[in-house]
């Protein structure tokens, strides 16, 4: 059974209760999600509609609307407001800085698919009640963009910790998504695959209508009802083909009239031979109509039952709009995180307020009609000729009075710092640089401009002594107040008195205040009390025109005459201006003029020392680069050194081992001759001896302790071996001695020797004197032909044999002497089975 719409008051009484139900649930998805900013119970910032109207928060929001993609995320960034937590700014900051490096890292995220369709979800819960094709493939173009953005920040747990927290929240719904795209089209239209029995149908309506069209072309081609046909085509009234037929020849087309044309000439005739195939085809179409309704009812059965999860999809996707916006909004100012302290300083460096920085570009589109309209409106924040500025509260200092001339920025300095703070609250970066910082305010209160009004009988000075009566009421400790031309309006005595009173008022309340005034009573109070500090906008004093910059420490002079010159007032009244005022005020006059004079000579001292400063730096970086260059090709070069240095040791060590085994060769094959010192060996070791030599240049050390006589038993060190001896026998004459390193015996002029007590200086030079100077002196060593090896181990023992059977070769000794003592045995067995297996030893006994 098929249900119908209803009609009238009958529609609106059956389906009252579910439009109140449908209601009341849309009244708690607007409170539970509307304000929802990022899945938490966050509290709004304590203050009312006149500070946000008067710091242009609108306009910021406004901004950042632009920058949002979808209807909820604009939303959202309308309905912005700044939270009182530490923990939650924090958080809040946290996001948009994640945001900010996934979109400078990746590009902006694909968030076109985002439709809104809460009302349309609240909607699909009423009973017997279907939803529009279109509405329901944007429901499934949104969830599967929520899919797409889970699967995205699913890899980005730890560099994006908290836009993965809000995604991973997210239930797959594609189950929805598969069956809404598989029975609607992008256009909204009702794809033959959605049911095969919609499929039939509509494979029989094109059909029927292939076989209506037929059979109407027949009858506009027969040539003898040509006379009757009006024009040869074939066209649609009341949902039925019918052909044009001239008005004075209807009846030789026999059918039903539909219509006729407005010239009363045309009649629109069915013929009789379409008349059943029309009837059976308004009855498929029915079919049809009815299965396209059953078809949507199901898909929107299926969204009802997913209500709530598709609602939290949507308030997660629209907050992931709301904080890609902070994003992007960052990006076009060129905008830092403040960071947050908890000791009330304040310093806002470099900064700049946005409205003055933006600029409006709109893009136009073509309309149906081709007229131009505003498709867009996109916002940049480019204008170069804004000064920055630095706003500084100190630790221990709560008020700041702010004074100088007018047009010089008073104003304005102090709607940015009172901006910045409930961007920074509400987690958008702040066009300022790096190295900012801001508390985290309660309350914040803004008492600005001339509100007068003369239906509510204000004047400018009751005005603002209404808002300073709710200011005072609700300020509390921690509470942010600014007070523009705090005393103005009225008598400057009084006006100046009462201004005091209120500073004092907020001081107690330790509130942080700042005002801008003109009131030389407000700059003296400056001067008397610890925490307040004067602040003064630079003024040239040369030219009498505004710096747009804060001096602190110094008050501010009103330059009223100057700006009044500058404006044209007339000379003649000017000085007479100038007659008018008193003693005291010339001298303060020129006192502050002075100041002035002075700051600007030190803030050109200051520049000229920051240039030198960054030479400096520049210079120092310089010098540490090319200090890690020439380290770098030290390392370099010592490197091909040692390199070099090891092929010609292998070299040398291959020509020695070849000298060594042709001596044993030769002396093998003719024992009876003398090859000591052959004249062919003595020029092979030259050789060597000056190729090494060339190739190791002598190493610089400490002059060595010569030595003149010797004695025996004195100690000596012998330079070439490094090694300290004692004197066994010595010839002062000829210069030679005999030294006992060990057990090793060695022949060496004195020349090669030095005292003991400068063997420190050569310790360094030990590895390169040791291998160089072997060669050097190899003609000087004169084993004994007795080998002393008592107490060495086996490696070291038959090392030291094997040399003394070397060099007792080169000498032509034909008995060598080893003394192993007994001991254990194990030494005597390795000696012996060393000279078994020996080439050039012919025999050996125990003593």
Known sequence: MMSVPFSGSLLTHCLMPYLLQAIVRRLQYCEKNCNHQNSKSYSNISMNDHTLKALEFDKIREFLSSFAVSEGGKRRCRKLSPVTEYHQVKHLLDETTQMRAEVEQHGNLPLNGIHDIGAAVERAQIQNFFLDAKVLFDIGETLETAEMLRKYFSGCADTSPLLFEYTSSLAPLTHLTEKIRKCISPQGEILDTASSELSDIRRRIRQLRRSIIKTLENLLGDEQKAYAIQD???????????????????????????????????????????????????????????????????????IAADADAILHTLAVVETIDLIHAKALFSKALSAVPASLNRSSVIALLHCRHPILLAR????????????????????????????????????????????????????????????????????????????????VFEKVFADIGDEQNIEANLSTFSSHICQIKDITAAATENALVLLDELGSGTDPGEGGALALAILDFLRQKRCCTVVTTHLNLLKNYAYTTDDVENVSVAFDPQTFRPLYSLVYGVPGFSNALAIAQLHGISDDILTKAGEYLNGSDRHIAELIHGLEKTHQDIIAQKKILGTIIDHAKKYLSTAERFCE???????????????????????????????????????????????????????????????????????????????ETLSTGQNVMVVHLNKQGTVISADNASRCAVIAVGSVRVKAGYHELSMPHAAASLSTTHALKQTVSFHAAAQTICLPPRVNVIGLHVDEALSLIEKAIDHALMQGVELLEIIHGIGTGRLKQAIHEYLKNHDVIARFESA
């Open 360 to 439: 409006c570009s709109a893009q136009q589109a073509v309309t149906e009609e081709h007229t131009p309209s505003i498709a867009s409106v996109f916002w940049t924040f480019d204008r170069p000729e804004v000064v920055p500025i630095d706003i500084i509260k100190r630790a221990g200092i709560s008020t700041l009075i702010i004074t100088g001339a007018n047009a010089g920025g008073k104003t304005v300095a102090m709607k940015t710092l009172g901006l910045f703070v409930l961007m920074t609250q509400a987690g958008l970066h702040i066009p300022a640089a790096a190295g900012s910082e801001l508390p």
């Open 232 to 302: 040869d085509f074939i066209t649609l009234r009341n949902n039925r083909y019918v052909i044009p037929v001239r008005s004075d020849s209807k009846t030789a087309v026999p059918g039903v009239v539909h219509d006729q044309s407005q010239s009363k000439a045309t009649f629109f005739i069915e013929p009789l031979p379409v008349v059943e195939m029309n009837n059976e085809l308004q009855i498929l179409h029915r079919d049809e109509y009815y299965e396209e309704i059953r078809i949507l009812t199901d898909l929107t059965s299926l």
């Open 629 to 707: 260059a020439l380290k770098q090709k030290k390392e370099k070069i010592l490197k091909e050194f040692e390199v070099s240095a090891r092929k010609l040791l292998r070299e040398s060590e291959q020509e020695l081992k070849k000298l060594i085994r042709e001596q044993r060769r030769r002396r093998l094959i003719r024992p009876d001759n003398d090859f000591t010192d052959s004249e062919a060996t003595l020029n092979s070791f030259s050789d060597v001896k000056k190729k090494l030599a060339a190739s190791f240049p002598i190493a610089q050390h400490q002059p060595v302790q010569p030595v």
